[in-house]
């Protein structure tokens, strides 16, 4: 009796479980009819037929995180590296995943290190970390072509880690290096460059500068001169033109005559003092005459001078 009560318990356990599924909101199920697909339930509460209806695939329709796993690739320069990455992938039709396929994940990993192979066999060493983003594109498009027929989407792939052998790493850290010094070196002389540039430069305008102020200095002191000159003509012209007026008046021959015998004294004893040898010029054998002919004039002028007396 036990015995048929616990398998009428199974029985009807079986016959609960195979009645109705409940399908989650994160999934799509296919119901198949005697091993023939009769369609895709939706998330909800469905019933089906004991011993005719099962469920025959349970499909995942949010977006999927595939990890592609590491590779050994060649590059374009026969340099081995080693290189992974992440798929991300999304069921559009859970239909196509279910017959198009047996194992649409396993498929895509083969797909995407076949694919990166490729693409990382088409480009150098050097430029494997500067070209991610366009062997991302290449590889999602590649993907995506071949699992349309699988209702799969490849939305993105991302290459996550590129490491090359340890002695390309060293080789690559000697040639960093060798880089950084060259540039280094090159910054130093640009700035020894600009500096001396600089300096020229600073040179060539102070030379400017003080050719500019001689120049002006020089305009200045010709400006001077000219002034100089100028006041000086203005001043002869002022004392001739008085000598002239004082000529015009009575008695002013008379006064020339007296400064200019006055001057030659005045020179020719100038003349006796600084030189060691007489020289007595022609006129001085008349020079008493001179002297006479002076004391004449004087006297002359003197009578001039005072009135006559009347009735003389």
Not at 95 to 104: L, M, P, Q, T
């Amino acid at each position: 009796m036990w015995i048929a009560l616990l398998l009428f318990f199974v029985f009807l356990y079986v016959i609960v479980t195979r009645l109705f599924i409940i399908v989650e909101m994160r999934e799509e199920v296919i119901q198949e009819r005697l091993g023939k697909y009769k369609k895709t339930l939706k998330p909800g509460f469905h019933f089906m037929i004991p011993f005719v209806d099962r469920a025959a695939y349970h499909q995942e329709m949010r977006e999927q995180v595939i990890d592609v796993p590491s590779q050994t690739c060649i590059t374009k320069d026969n340099i081995e590296v080693w290189v992974d990455g992440i798929a991300y992938l999304k069921v559009m039709d859970s239909y196509k995943a279910s017959y198009g396929i047996s194992n649409y994940k396993a498929a895509a990993i083969n797909l995407a290190q076949t694919t990166m192979r490729s693409e990382i066999g088409k480009i150098t060493l050097d430029d494997t970390f500067s070209e991610r983003d366009a062997m991302n594109e290449n590889i999602v498009r590649e993907i995506d072509k071949a699992a349309d027929p699988w209702g799969v989407k490849v939305l993105r792939y991302e290459i996550r880690n590129i490491r090359p052998s340890n002695e390309i790493v060293d080789t690559m850290e000697k040639q960093m290096e060798a880089e950084r010094k060259k540039r280094a070196e090159i910054t130093n002389s640009e700035g020894f460059r600009e500096s001396r540039i600089n300096e020229s430069k600073g040179e060539q305008q102070s030379q400017v500068l003080i050719s500019e102020a001689q120049r002006q200095r020089r305009i200045n002191e010709a400006r001077g001169r000219a002034k100089e000159i100028e006041l000086l003509a203005t001043a002869r012209a002022k004392g001739i033109k008085r000598i002239a007026e004082a000529v015009q008046k009575p008695g002013g021959h008379m006064a020339i005559q007296t400064k200019l015998v006055e001057q030659y004294i005045d020179q020719f004893g100038k003349i006796v003092k600084s030189t060691s040898v007489s020289v007595l010029p022609v006129e001085t054998a008349n020079l008493k005459t001179f002297f006479e002919g002076v004391a004449t004039v004087k006297d002359n002028t003197i009578g001039n001078s005072n009135p006559k007396p009347l009735n003389q």
